[in-house]
């Protein structure tokens, strides 16, 4: 089955909440189907706030974390607030979850930096009491890193059972994770380092997109083709000098320009020519959910117009 496109909007901060308002609205009027936040502590908004007033400004815009940070809340917590953003956006909540990756933000705010596979671990169990306290009776839950005692979560979540999971990861074992547990699988880098670096780039090439393709079809098993895929474009530009360009981002990244040009990172071109791109990445990768960022939401509008829902 060929996923009919959609696209999304990575934004950060604002200096005014009437700012913010007329990004979401304008967003939503250009044809993108999703506004989305990190959720870091460095200079951006606070994910549920701004998500609820940009859902408060529109009417069928989707918003959601890319992505919550699971050792930043507990479970229970992340529950009642996702599910009251569903009710009160009338079901436009996309629920992204992610173990933590950055190191500055478990620094600076002096929370321990466990391994991956402890925070995976962590992220797996809360999932679980995420589905258990969107369901319809008392939920209990006793694991490694939670317990849970007939617990009714509450509000419920207007989309049943529960707002689409969003999981994305690099590394081999969240990857099969995400295939197994989400319902939007976002396709990344390995940031096991906790830092973007000069081996960020090494793991973003086409070649190894398709290995982590993979590892997302041996967790999914059969129900591979319930998943949409999703790409979080991090080079989006519309330019009439491709080549200079790719030139010098591929040095910044340890890429050859051609490395570049075929990385799902990145859409550098015309109109026309980052069209055919996107089309061709469907096909060969499945990427039907493309996000860029806040910067660009003017600059890919004509892309949009042409692609969304196609």
């Known amino acids: 089955m060929t996923r009919p496109f959609r696209f999304g909007v990575q934004c950060k901060s604002a200096s005014s909440r009437t ?50 940070c699971n050792d930043y809340r507990h479970p229970v917590v992340l529950a009642k607030e996702a599910a009251t953003l569903d009710l009160l956006s009338d079901g436009r909540l996309e629920l992204g979850i992610g173990a933590g990756w950055m190191k500055s933000d478990y620094a600076e705010a002096g929370m321990d930096y ?53 999981i994305g990861g690099g590394g081999p074992r969240f990857l099969r994770l995400a295939g197994r547990l989400a319902d939007i699988v976002g396709i990344n880098p390995n940031l096991a380092a906790g830092v973007i670096d000069a081996g960020t780039g090494s793991d973003a090439t086409a070649e190894r997109y398709e290995e982590k393709l993979t590892w997302v079809r041996e967790g999914a098993g059969d129900r591979f083709g319930d998943i949409e895929l999703q790409i979080r474009v991090f080079f989006p530009v519309v330019t009439d000098n491709r080549d200079e360009l790719l030139g010098s981002m591929a040095s910044g990244v340890g890429l050859s320009a051609e490395q570049a040009l075929e990385s799902p990172l990145a859409l550098v071109g015309t109109t026309g020519q980052i069209i055919d791109t996107i089309r061709e990445r469907r096909e060969r990768f499945g990427f039907s959910y493309v996000v860029i960022g806040q910067a660009e939401v003017d600059a890919f509008a004509p892309i949009v117009a042409e692609l969304a829902g196609t």
């Not at 007329?22 to 967003?27: N, S």
């Open 114 to 166: 466990d391994r991956p596979g402890v925070r995976i671990d962590r992220m797996v169990e809360s999932v679980e009491i995420l589905r258990g306290l969107f369901a319809d009776e008392p939920f209990s839950f006793e694991g490694e890193h939670y317990t849970i005692t007939k617990l009714n979560g509450t509000p419920k979540p207007v989309q049943r059972p529960h707002p689409p999971f969003l």
């Open 19 to 68: 700012e913010w308002v007329e990004l979401a609205r304008r967003i939503q009027d250009l044809g993108y189907s999703t506004m989305t936040i990190p959720d870091h502590f460095d200079d951006q908004l606070a994910p549920i706030v701004a998500l609820t007033s940009a859902a408060e400004a529109t009417d069928t815009l989707r918003v959601g974390a890319l992505v919550w």
